[in-house]
């Protein structure tokens, strides 16, 4: 009976875990270990759900109508949350205080949020990607970026941003891509992008840019990748271009360009630009109009005073963080390689984006990001865009970045997983879908019961 006893006290201690283990996750969500993961998706919260397990490392609430989110309602483990598509209004300042392990940060598409604390994202050492896309944001407060120095991917795209303070991206010396598109950007400073030493990919079109200071790329030594198009630009300084040692890909098309003498620095620059950039059509003066800034002679600008030339080099003067790209320089392919990739690509107003991975420089594999069918997470029942459809780096039009699928791309690009996989081919967990998600718990829910049901035989039989 000794016997008997312990067994009654082993059922109702696994009994007991059993009920402990589905209480601690929310009602209406679905959780899952190792690592401790809360899927809450798509389920009409208005509030960030009761029982979040403490331990938890991925929180998955996106597609809800969740308003607020306030300090107490994660806990410091979170690795990953993704609360995209909600509605929320507020972030109390403290929400993710002391989150060091925080490393991917989705805030996007939540259109009423409009503004956020300069103290928001203190502190989140190991975040590499935050998402605040489509969030209404207005302005950004000097300091809201501070110390994120392990941040890769910033996504800022479909907001209202009018100005960016000097120094924003200060601390960001790990920034790969920084999306900017679709704001109300007026102006580039000298210094709003300095510190982004590792820079590769830069998207600036739709928006009002008029002014682009001379020197306003001049820590950009990394860019591969820069698109101006659709903005209310008539020049760009070709010094401006110049501080671009490595750049790939320009898009300057939708501009009303001046084709006057103040086009000849970018008339020049152009020139000698070895890579792939857009058609640039004159809007000015009237008997220019329409033509393309690119193959017009050197004839036009002789009556233009001044005559400095420029060249696609590095100028060293201005950059004041980049202490490590110095010795990259080298890895860029071969003139003769360029040559040829620009042969096919000379004559279209539509470039292609990188299509070769680069020796020695941050990309995803072809494998990787090509002739693949992902699902992608904003294709929830009711998303009006069909998810399977395969966009490929190389011939992505303007549009493909201007709506929904800037998002879809971002995410393409964004590794989920530790820093360590960036850049590597890595099978995506199947934790992404919701099927996947109620898989992996039946399976685990099945375990648990059959072994119940053998200590309840076992029990039985020694009775
Ligand atoms: C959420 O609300 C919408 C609209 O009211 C409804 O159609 C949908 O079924 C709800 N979803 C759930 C999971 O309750
Ligand atoms: C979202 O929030 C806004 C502003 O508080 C409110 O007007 C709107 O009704 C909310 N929408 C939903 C679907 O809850
Ligand atoms: C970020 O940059 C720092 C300093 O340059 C470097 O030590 C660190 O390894 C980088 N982190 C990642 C994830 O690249
Ligand atoms: C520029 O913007 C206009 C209106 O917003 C849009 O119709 C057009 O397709 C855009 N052009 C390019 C090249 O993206
Ligand atoms: C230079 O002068 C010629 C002849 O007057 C004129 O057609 C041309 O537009 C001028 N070029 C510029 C860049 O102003
Ligand atoms: C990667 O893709 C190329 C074609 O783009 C193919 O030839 C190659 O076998 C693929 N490699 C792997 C490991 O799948």
Redesign the pocket.
Known sequence: SLFTGCCVELLLMLVGLELHFSASCPKNCVCYPSPMTVSCQAHNFTSIPEGIPTNSERVFLQNN?I?MLLRGHFSPSMVTLWIYSN?I?FIDPETFDGFVQLEELDLGDNR?LSSLGSETFHGLVKLHALHLYRCGLSSLPRRIFSGLFNLQYLYLQENQVEFLPDDLFIDMVNLSHLFLHGNKLRTLHENTFRGLVNLDRLLLHQNQLQMVHKWAFHDLKRLTTLFLFNNSLSELPGECLAQLGSLEFLRLNGNPWGCDCRARSLWDWLRRFRGSSSSVICETPKEMRGRDLKVISKEHFHNCSGSESLHQTKTNTHATLDKTNQKDHHIHPSAKEKGKEQDHQLHSSEPALPTRPRPGHKQHGRNCTRHKHRSSKTAAPGSKKSSNSVHTLDGMLDKDYMTDFGHKFSRDMVPTGSPRRKGKCTKKTPIRTPSGVQASNRGSLSIRASLVTFIVALFTIIR
């Open positions: 109508k308003s509605n209004t009423y």
